[in-house]
């Protein structure tokens, strides 16, 4: 079964950090499951690479609201 999760909007790396750990228990998941992300370069940064992370300078979601992560797991 595979999921996607997307993280709601901010610019705070902790508030992030938070959210996605929240999502990934709801599904029963961990950070290690996931195997694609799709993060706003206002979180990373433009410099940082990260392994399984598309740098996007912005993500938006269906209904047009911005986010700060897609999460394919």
């Known amino acids: 079964m595979q999921f ?3 993280i709601a909007f901010t610019t705070e ?6 959210w996605r750990e929240d999502a990934l228990g709801f599904i029963k998941k961990r950070t290690k ?9 206002s979180i990373i940064g ?3 690479s990260y392994r399984g992370v598309v740098p996007c300078r912005s993500v938006w979601d269906s209904s047009a609201a911005r986010l700060t992560a897609v999460l394919l797991i």
């Open 33 to 41: 499951d996931v195997y694609l992300s799709y993060l706003d370069t």
């Open 4 to 6: 996607v999760v997307t």
């Open 46 to 48: 433009t410099r940082e």
């Open 13 to 18: 790396e902790s508030m992030y950090s938070a």
